[in-house]
Nanobody, 125 residues
Framework: QPQLAESGGGLVQAGGSLRLSCVYS????????VGWFRQAPKAEREFVAA????????YYAETVAGRFSISRDNAENTVFLQMNSLKPEDTAVYYC??????????????????WGQGTQVTVSS
């Protein structure tokens, strides 16, 4: 079973940038698709972006399209989330997760099997 670990969160002013990393312990069928989700206080976990290993995507939530970019380095077992033009409403705990298929449901948290512990992103106004 792969383990996932996020890093790169922090405090940034509005308009700034951050780059999150998600390192997974092993490259298996269970990491075919890796996604980023976020959860703000008193809010449900929401989809941010996803990328597959061989085909399809990347996929973005409408709220981040054009500002965030997801990429993948299979040699390093790492998925990155480059976040630009950050807004206060982007403040949340960001989680990476993986699932074993390339099919639909990339935006549904319930479809993902393995999760990291999360990294806090705070954007000040």
């Amino acid at each position: 079973q792969p383990q996932l670990a996020e890093s790169g969160g922090g405090l940034v002013q509005a308009g700034g940038s951050l780059r999150l990393s998600c390192v997974y312990s092993m490259r298996t069928h269970s990491t075919a698709t890796v996604g980023w989700f976020r959860q703000a206080p008193k809010a449900e976990r929401e989809f941010v972006a996803a990328i597959t290993e061989i085909a399809g995507g990347p996929y973005y939530a409408e709220t981040v399209a054009g500002r965030f970019s997801i990429s993948r380095d299979n040699a390093e077992n790492t998925v990155f989330l480059q976040m630009n033009s950050l807004k206060p409403e982007d403040t949340a705990v960001y989680y990476c997760a993986s699932k074993s298929d390339y099919g639909g449901g990339y935006d549904l948290a319930s479809k993902y099997h393995y999760w990291g512990q999360g990294t806090q992103v705070t954007v000040s106004s």
